[in-house]
């Protein structure tokens, strides 16, 4: 398998994490997103939607990192990343696109660029529009944490897709220096699975590529 990917991207480091649950090894490939590299031919050719993670296996492209995530889910079970009751696993599916749905659209690169290139917003003002869209969705996210009793992992004893998406979007929120205060749990659980090798070796700053 080859992982396209880039260091910071958050969406490729929720890859990078289930693959290193999985204990699969991929080939990589570097796409610099501050130059541009995903919207280039080269890349478009491959993966039209111009975004990483994609994940080549034999000669399927995959793309889309929740759907890259379910597949190596179902093509290598163990260890599980979704619980086995139907009910358990919805509840873990909305946890984890509360992250990738609803937040980290919102603060991707190209919308990022958008606010700075076409509106012409300010460094900070583009800051505060990170923040607020991450802050946003973790009010509610802490919420529903400390309503299930979540301590050490988003659900259960044992990761899941949701501890998945959660860790790389709290390390979007360092990036734009976040109060993370008002999240306990979320703090909690972040930490404790930084200290799961499968975590710690998925982190942007021990990429290849990492500047
Ligand atoms: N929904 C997609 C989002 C992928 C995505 O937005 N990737 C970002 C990096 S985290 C990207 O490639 N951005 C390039 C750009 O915005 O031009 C997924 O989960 O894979």
Same mark, same amino acid.
């Given at each position: 398998?080859?992982?396209?990917?880039?260091?910071?991207?958050?969406?490729?480091?929720?890859?990078?994490?289930?693959?290193?649950?999985?204990?699969?090894?991929?080939?990589?490939?570097?796409?610099?997103?501050?130059?541009?590299?995903?919207?280039?031919?080269?890349?478009?050719?491959?993966?039209?939607?111009?975004?990483?993670?994609?994940?080549?296996?034999?000669?399927?492209?995959?793309?889309?990192?929740?759907?890259?995530?379910?597949?190596?889910?179902?093509?290598?079970?163990?260890?599980?990343?979704?619980?086995?009751?139907?009910?358990?696993?919805?509840?873990?599916?909305?946890?984890? +696109?509360?992250?990738?749905? @609803?937040?980290? !659209?919102?603060?991707?690169? &190209?919308?990022?660029?958008?606010?700075?290139? *076409? #509106?012409?917003?300010?460094?900070?003002?583009?800051?505060?529009?990170?923040?607020?869209?991450?802050?946003?969705?973790?009010?509610?996210?802490?919420?529903?944490?400390?309503?299930?009793?979540?301590?050490?992992?988003?659900?259960?004893?044992?990761?899941?897709?949701?501890?998945?998406?959660?860790?790389?979007?709290?390390?979007?929120? +360092?990036?734009?220096?976040? @109060?993370?205060? !008002?999240?306990?749990?979320? &703090?909690?659980?972040?930490?404790?699975?930084? *200290? #799961?090798?499968?975590?710690?070796?998925?982190?942007?700053?021990?990429?290849?590529?990492?500047?």
């Amino acid at each position: 398998m080859i992982l396209y990917d880039y260091f910071r991207s958050s969406a490729s480091y929720r890859v990078r994490i289930a693959l290193n649950l999985k204990g699969l090894a991929v080939e990589r490939r570097h796409i610099h997103l501050r130059r541009g590299e995903q919207t280039g031919e080269a890349y478009r050719a491959l993966n039209p939607q111009g975004l990483v993670p994609m994940l080549v296996v034999g000669d399927q492209r995959l793309t889309q990192s929740l759907a890259i995530i379910e597949y190596l889910d179902e093509r290598h079970p163990a260890p599980p990343l979704l619980p086995e009751a139907p009910e358990d696993r919805a509840w873990v599916r909305a946890a984890a +696109q509360s992250i990738a749905c @609803d937040i980290h !659209p919102l603060d991707n690169t &190209r919308v990022m660029q958008y606010l700075e290139h *076409t #509106l012409a917003l300010e460094a900070p003002r583009r800051d505060d529009w990170y923040r607020h869209w991450i802050e946003l969705g973790f009010r509610a996210l802490e919420t529903q944490l400390a309503a299930r009793g979540s301590e050490r992992f988003c659900f259960g004893n044992a990761p899941t897709v949701a501890d998945v998406c959660l860790v790389p979007q709290v390390a979007n929120s +360092q990036r734009v220096s976040m @109060d993370l205060a !008002p999240y306990p749990r979320i &703090r909690a659980i972040n930490d404790h699975c930084l *200290t #799961l090798p499968a975590f710690d070796r998925a982190r942007p700053a021990l990429q290849p590529d990492a500047e």
